[in-house]
């Protein structure tokens, strides 16, 4: 029978009550990605904001000087290239593998600083 499909199960979902953009965002966001990361930046949401596509990532204001990013990425190396690319401080609260990729990035760059 070409052209038929089975469907064997539906999960049904709530939608939040309020804000059902922000909800759509941060799930399509979270749907693509092997690994996820959130990190606390040292500057403004909308700053971040401008940077950040919303299908990578979700910002959300910590304080009038801090946000929260929560962002996917398939490879840690890439993930851990992009984040310093933002011209911000930042800590990294998950997951606890990415932590090696930036000592290890570190370390290279001093390396190629040292040698300049």
Same mark, same amino acid.
């Given at each position: 029978? =070409?052209?038929?499909?089975?469907? *064997?199960? /539906?999960?049904?979902?709530?939608? +939040? #009550? &309020?804000?059902? &953009?922000? %909800? @759509? *965002?941060?799930?399509?966001?979270?749907?693509?990605?092997?690994?996820?990361?959130?990190?606390? /930046?040292? #500057? +403004?949401? =909308?700053?971040?904001? !401008?940077? @950040?596509?919303?299908?990578?990532?979700?910002? !959300?204001?910590?304080?009038?000087? &801090?946000?929260?990013? !929560?962002?996917?990425?398939?490879?840690? %190396? @890439?993930?851990? /290239?992009?984040?310093? &690319?933002?011209?911000?401080?930042?800590?990294?609260?998950? +997951?606890?593998?990415?932590?090696?990729?930036?000592?290890?990035?570190?370390?290279?760059?001093?390396?190629?600083?040292?040698? #300049?």
């Amino acid at each position: 029978m =070409e052209g038929v499909f089975r469907l *064997a199960a /539906v999960r049904q979902r709530e939608l +939040p #009550a &309020t804000d059902i &953009t922000a %909800w @759509i *965002a941060r799930n399509v966001s979270r749907a693509g990605w092997k690994y996820r990361a959130r990190f606390t /930046v040292q #500057a +403004p949401a =909308e700053a971040v904001l !401008e940077q @950040i596509n919303p299908s990578v990532g979700i910002v !959300e204001p910590f304080d009038e000087r &801090t946000c929260i990013l !929560e962002a996917g990425a398939d490879d840690l %190396w @890439i993930m851990a /290239v992009y984040i310093g &690319t933002l011209g911000y401080d930042f800590t990294v609260s998950e +997951p606890p593998g990415l932590v090696e990729h930036f000592r290890t990035l570190a370390g290279r760059y001093a390396r190629a600083a040292d040698s #300049a």
